[in-house]
């Protein structure tokens, strides 16, 4: 009896092998691999659990594993090629997401110039110091110093801002007397800011002597007025 179902499981591997053959000529190599393997050992195991029936049940279970393999490597090839397509995707979102940043970054860094700029020009124009000086005198008086100090703490802060003299005298004395020491008055305060941290080329002197006099030389009071050096904050080295 044994051996009627070795004969049956044999004869029954003939029976499904011969398609398998045949189809592995034109499908691809893995496919009909796979399909042989599946029917083979189907049919070999159902034949030894079960005889003749066994042996056609293993024959179609192992069909079954066969195609069962072939869509599982299917299913896992359109997996691969998804998660190429996502990756390729996300990197280019990347991409676009680091240029929209440098962009970004740019027109930031241009709306902060010029908001300082607007800024620096509102600063000097709403910002200026006078320092007067006693008659024939180009020496800073003490109270003076200390707002110079002041002033030139600040404006360390701002290196674009630059400092412009108007060095100015009253109407005593000769006009050329009266240039040089105006000169001398926009020296001692070019040298009060440069002691404060200012840098000297940030510094523009302008001696008017008494050009620009205004008092009356009978005005012995109002004079003072005349005997200053101004102060100016301007962006513009040249003004």
Do not use: C
């Amino acid at each position: 009896m044994r051996k009627q179902h070795i004969v049956l499981v044999l004869t029954t591997l003939m029976m499904f092998n011969p398609p398998v053959f045949a189809e592995s000529e034109t499908a691809p190599a893995d496919e009909g691999h796979r399909d042989e393997i599946g029917l083979g050992i189907g049919a070999l195991i159902g034949g030894l659990i079960g005889g003749p029936p066994g042996a056609i049940i293993g024959a179609a279970g192992g069909a079954w594993y066969g195609n069962r393999e072939d869509r599982e490597a299917v299913k896992k090839e359109n997996l691969e090629t998804d998660l190429h397509r996502k990756k390729t995707e996300v990197a280019y979102l990347n991409n676009q997401l680091e240029e929209l940043r440098s962009e970004f970054g740019r027109e930031m860094q241009k709306v902060k110039l010029e908001d300082r700029r607007s800024a620096l020009e509102q600063l000097s124009e709403g910002v200026s110091l006078t320092v007067y000086f006693r008659t024939d005198s180009a020496d800073i008086a003490a109270d003076m110093r200390s707002r110079i100090k002041r002033l030139a703490g600040f404006l360390n802060d701002y290196p674009e801002v630059q400092l412009h003299l108007e060095a100015h005298a009253d109407r005593r004395g000769s006009e050329e007397y009266n240039r040089e020491l105006s000169r001398k008055r926009a020296d001692s305060v070019r040298n009060a800011l440069a002691k404060a941290g200012i840098d000297p080329a940030r510094i523009h002197s302008h001696a008017y002597g008494e050009s620009a006099a205004e008092r009356p030389e009978k005005d012995r009071e109002g004079m003072i007025f005349d005997r200053r050096v101004n102060i100016i904050l301007n962006l513009d080295t040249q003004a």
